[in-house]
C-alpha cells in the first residue's frame, strides 16, 4: 500500500465523515419539515428559501448556548457521555460499502473504507456501544430522571440486540459470510435465475424483524422511552446543554443513517439498482449509478424512520419489554428454523 | 338496583383477534392516513405576509377621527376614560387658542391623549361613550414591541392622518 493508497483512503473516511455531519444535519430539517408536512403545517421556512439554512442556525445556536455542568456531577464522565455517543454513531461508517470500485487511470479506488471479514460483527459491536454514551451520561448527570432515562435505554437495547441478532443469523445462513461487500455483491442486479436477488425477498420475516429492532436501537418513536418529554422531561440528556446536548440529537440522526446504510446493504441490495449491466454504460458510471441508488435507498428508509415516527404513539414500558422478549425473540427463532428446513429443502430439490 | 338514568350502556369488549394483535395492518392502515396528510395543501396562514379576513366587528388598534373638514372630533370630556374598564386611557385637556380652528372642531381639545395598549382590553365601551363620535376600534392588530413604554400609544399614533395629504 504506497502513500497515495493511504492518501485516498483518508481523503474517503473524511468524505463520508462530512457526508454523515451533513446528512445528520439535514435529517434535523427533513424532520421538521416532513413533521408539518404530515400534520398539515408547513414547517420552518424563514431562514433562506425553504428554510434551508435552518440547520445553520440551529448549530450556530447550539454552540453559542450557556454551557451547564452541574455541580453535583461528575465532570468527566458527563463530558465523556455525549463524547462517546457520537463517536460510536460515527465509526459504524468504516464497513458500509459505498458503492463498487471506482477506476481512475490505472488506479482503482474501492468506495468503502475497511472491507474487513467481519462487517457486521462490526456494526453489532459499535452499536452496542452505542448505548454506553446514553447510559453514562444519564449516570452521571446525577438526576432521577436522566437516570430512569439511562436505565431504559440500556435494557431497552440490550432486549433488542439479541432479537436483531437473531435475525442477523438467518441471513447470514443463505449469504454465508459477514463481509458486507460480499453479501452487497451477492445482490448484484435485481433478478436473476428466476427470483428477486435483494435479500428482502428471501427473508421478509428477518427484515422486518431487523427493521422494528433498529427503530429500538436508534430510540426512534415509537420506541423513544429513553428521551420521552412527557414522563422524564428529557430523560438521559435533561441536565445537558450546549453542543453537548448537541451532540447527543446529533448521534441520533447519524444513527439512524447508519442504520439505514445497513438496512439497504443487507436486505436491499446496497449500491446495486435493476438493470444495472443492461444499460450500456461503462463501468465508472455504473459505479457513480450505484452510488446514488444507495442514497436513495437510505433516505427512502430515513423518511420511512420518520413517517413512522409521526404515525404510531410511544410503546407503554411493559408492552416494548413484552414485544422485544415474548414476540421478537421467539419470531427471530422461528425465522432461522424456517430459514434452514428451506434452504435445505430447496438443495435436496435442486433448484 | 337500578341506575339513576336507565341509560346504562352495555359494551361490547370481544377479545382481539390475530390480526388486531399483530398490529401490523393497524400501522399500516396508520401509514396510510398520514400518508394522505402529506399530500394535503397546509391550512397555514404565513401571518405578517398573510392575512386573515377580520369579522364586521372586530376591534382593533384605536384610531382618533377627524370631522369632514379634517378638524379633530375629540373634546377631551374624559367619558371615554372614565368608561375604560381597564383604566387604559388618560388624558390633558387644553384650550383651544385662536388660529387654531381649522385643527379642533371644539374649543377644547385634548392636548395630550395616550392609551395603554397592554391594559386595552379591546372591549370598545370607549367608542360608545363617546358622544363625539371621534373614537373608534376599527385599526388593526396592535403590533408587537420589546419596551413596555413603547405601548403607551401617543396622539401621534391614535389620530387619523390630515384628510387632504
Given at each position: 500500500m504506497g502513500t497515495a493508497d493511504i492518501l485516498i483512503r483518508f481523503a474517503l473516511i473524511v468524505i463520508i465523515f462530512l457526508i454523515s455531519l451533513v446528512v445528520a444535519m439535514y435529517s434535523t430539517y427533513a424532520e421538521r419539515k416532513i413533521a408539518a408536512f404530515f400534520q398539515d403545517r408547513v414547517g420552518p421556512?424563514?431562514?433562506?428559501p425553504f428554510g434551508l439554512l435552518q440547520p445553520l442556525a440551529d448549530g450556530a445556536k447550539m454552540f453559542l448556548k450557556e454551557e451547564i455542568i452541574p455541580a453535583n456531577a461528575s465532570t468527566f464522565l458527563f463530558i465523556a457521555g455525549p463524547s462517546l455517543a457520537i463517536l460510536t454513531a460515527c465509526i459504524?461508517?468504516?464497513?458500509?460499502?459505498?458503492?463498487q470500485k471506482l477506476t481512475i487511470g490505472t488506479r482503482v479506488i474501492d468506495l468503502q473504507v475497511t472491507d474487513i471479514n467481519v462487517g457486521i460483527l462490526y456494526i453489532f459491536g459499535v452499536v452496542s456501544l452505542g448505548v454506553y454514551g446514553v447510559m453514562i451520561g444519564g449516570w452521571a448527570s446525577n438526576n432521577k430522571y436522566s437516570l430512569l432515562g439511562a436505565i431504559r435505554a440500556a435494557s431497552q437495547n440490550i432486549s433488542y440486540e439479541i432479537s436483531m441478532g437473531l435475525s442477523i443469523i438467518a441471513l447470514l445462513m443463505m449469504?454465508?459470510?459477514?463481509s458486507l461487500r460480499e453479501i452487497a455483491e451477492q445482490q448484484?442486479?435485481?433478478?436473476?435465475h428466476g427470483w428477486f436477488t435483494w435479500n428482502f425477498f428471501r427473508q421478509p420475516l428477518g427484515f422486518l424483524i431487523f427493521i422494528v429492532c433498529a427503530f429500538a436501537e436508534t430510540n426512534?418513536?415509537?420506541?423513544?422511552l429513553p428521551e420521552c418529554e412527557t414522563e422524564?422531561?428529557?430523560?438521559?440528556?435533561?441536565?445537558y446543554s450546549s453542543m453537548k446536548l448537541g451532540f447527543y440529537l446529533f448521534s441520533e440522526y447519524i444513527n439512524m443513517f447508519i442504520s439505514s446504510a445497513v438496512m439497504a446493504t443487507l436486505y436491499f441490495g446496497g449500491y446495486n439498482f435493476p438493470f444495472m449491466h443492461h444499460l450500456g454504460l461503462s463501468d465508472n458510471w455504473v459505479t457513480i449509478l450505484g452510488v446514488i441508488a444507495l442514497f436513495t435507498k437510505i433516505f427512502l428508509f430515513i423518511f420511512f424512520f420518520m413517517w413512522v415516527r409521526w404515525t404510531i404513539p410511544r410503546f407503554r414500558y411493559d408492552q416494548l419489554m413484552d414485544l422485544g422478549w415474548k414476540v421478537l425473540i421467539p419470531l427471530a427463532i422461528a425465522n432461522i428454523v424456517l430459514t434452514g428446513v428451506v434452504s435445505t429443502g430447496l438443495k435436496y430439490f435442486g433448484f | 338496583m337500578e341506575s339513576l338514568s336507565n341509560k346504562r350502556k352495555v359494551i361490547e369488549s370481544k377479545p382481539l383477534n390475530f390480526w388486531e394483535r399483530a398490529y401490523l395492518p393497524a400501522i399500516i392502515q396508520g401509514l396510510s392516513i398520514t400518508m394522505k396528510h402529506f399530500f394535503r395543501k397546509p391550512?397555514?396562514?404565513?401571518?405578517p405576509e398573510q392575512k386573515r379576513e377580520f369579522s364586521e366587528n372586530f376591534r382593533g388598534m384605536h384610531s382618533l377621527k377627524r370631522d369632514e373638514n379634517g378638524k379633530?372630533?375629540?373634546?377631551?370630556?374624559?367619558l371615554c376614560a372614565l368608561s375604560c374598564p381597564a383604566e387604559a386611557i388618560t388624558m390633558i385637556a387644553a384650550e383651544r387658542q385662536k388660529g387654531e380652528e381649522n385643527l379642533y372642531r371644539e374649543e377644547k381639545y385634548a392636548a395630550v391623549y395616550e392609551i395603554n395598549m397592554l391594559r386595552?382590553?379591546?372591549?370598545g365601551l370607549c367608542e360608545e361613550a363617546c358622544p363625539k363620535e371621534a373614537?373608534?376600534?376599527?385599526?388593526d392588530i396592535v403590533p408587537a414591541d420589546?419596551?413596555?413604554?413603547?405601548?403607551?400609544?401617543?396622539k401621534d399614533k391614535l389620530v387619523e392622518p390630515p384628510l387632504n395629504q
Amino acid at each position: 500500500m504506497g502513500t497515495a493508497d493511504i492518501l485516498i483512503r483518508f481523503a474517503l473516511i473524511v468524505i463520508i465523515f462530512l457526508i454523515s455531519l451533513v446528512v445528520a444535519m439535514y435529517s434535523t430539517y427533513a424532520e421538521r419539515k416532513i413533521a408539518a408536512f404530515f400534520q398539515d403545517r408547513v414547517g420552518p421556512n424563514r431562514a433562506g428559501p425553504f428554510g434551508l439554512l435552518q440547520p445553520l442556525a440551529d448549530g450556530a445556536k447550539m454552540f453559542l448556548k450557556e454551557e451547564i455542568i452541574p455541580a453535583n456531577a461528575s465532570t468527566f464522565l458527563f463530558i465523556a457521555g455525549p463524547s462517546l455517543a457520537i463517536l460510536t454513531a460515527c465509526i459504524g461508517s468504516a464497513v458500509i460499502p459505498w458503492g463498487q470500485k471506482l477506476t481512475i487511470g490505472t488506479r482503482v479506488i474501492d468506495l468503502q473504507v475497511t472491507d474487513i471479514n467481519v462487517g457486521i460483527l462490526y456494526i453489532f459491536g459499535v452499536v452496542s456501544l452505542g448505548v454506553y454514551g446514553v447510559m453514562i451520561g444519564g449516570w452521571a448527570s446525577n438526576n432521577k430522571y436522566s437516570l430512569l432515562g439511562a436505565i431504559r435505554a440500556a435494557s431497552q437495547n440490550i432486549s433488542y440486540e439479541i432479537s436483531m441478532g437473531l435475525s442477523i443469523i438467518a441471513l447470514l445462513m443463505m449469504t454465508g459470510t459477514l463481509s458486507l461487500r460480499e453479501i452487497a455483491e451477492q445482490q448484484h442486479g435485481f433478478w436473476s435465475h428466476g427470483w428477486f436477488t435483494w435479500n428482502f425477498f428471501r427473508q421478509p420475516l428477518g427484515f422486518l424483524i431487523f427493521i422494528v429492532c433498529a427503530f429500538a436501537e436508534t430510540n426512534r418513536t415509537p420506541f423513544d422511552l429513553p428521551e420521552c418529554e412527557t414522563e422524564l422531561i428529557g430523560g438521559y440528556h435533561t441536565e445537558y446543554s450546549s453542543m453537548k446536548l448537541g451532540f447527543y440529537l446529533f448521534s441520533e440522526y447519524i444513527n439512524m443513517f447508519i442504520s439505514s446504510a445497513v438496512m439497504a446493504t443487507l436486505y436491499f441490495g446496497g449500491y446495486n439498482f435493476p438493470f444495472m449491466h443492461h444499460l450500456g454504460l461503462s463501468d465508472n458510471w455504473v459505479t457513480i449509478l450505484g452510488v446514488i441508488a444507495l442514497f436513495t435507498k437510505i433516505f427512502l428508509f430515513i423518511f420511512f424512520f420518520m413517517w413512522v415516527r409521526w404515525t404510531i404513539p410511544r410503546f407503554r414500558y411493559d408492552q416494548l419489554m413484552d414485544l422485544g422478549w415474548k414476540v421478537l425473540i421467539p419470531l427471530a427463532i422461528a425465522n432461522i428454523v424456517l430459514t434452514g428446513v428451506v434452504s435445505t429443502g430447496l438443495k435436496y430439490f435442486g433448484f | 338496583m337500578e341506575s339513576l338514568s336507565n341509560k346504562r350502556k352495555v359494551i361490547e369488549s370481544k377479545p382481539l383477534n390475530f390480526w388486531e394483535r399483530a398490529y401490523l395492518p393497524a400501522i399500516i392502515q396508520g401509514l396510510s392516513i398520514t400518508m394522505k396528510h402529506f399530500f394535503r395543501k397546509p391550512v397555514t396562514i404565513s401571518y405578517p405576509e398573510q392575512k386573515r379576513e377580520f369579522s364586521e366587528n372586530f376591534r382593533g388598534m384605536h384610531s382618533l377621527k377627524r370631522d369632514e373638514n379634517g378638524k379633530e372630533r375629540c373634546t377631551a370630556c374624559g367619558l371615554c376614560a372614565l368608561s375604560c374598564p381597564a383604566e387604559a386611557i388618560t388624558m390633558i385637556a387644553a384650550e383651544r387658542q385662536k388660529g387654531e380652528e381649522n385643527l379642533y372642531r371644539e374649543e377644547k381639545y385634548a392636548a395630550v391623549y395616550e392609551i395603554n395598549m397592554l391594559r386595552c382590553i379591546f372591549c370598545g365601551l370607549c367608542e360608545e361613550a363617546c358622544p363625539k363620535e371621534a373614537i373608534y376600534l376599527d385599526g388593526d392588530i396592535v403590533p408587537a414591541d420589546y419596551l413596555r413604554k413603547d405601548f403607551i400609544y401617543g396622539k401621534d399614533k391614535l389620530v387619523e392622518p390630515p384628510l387632504n395629504q
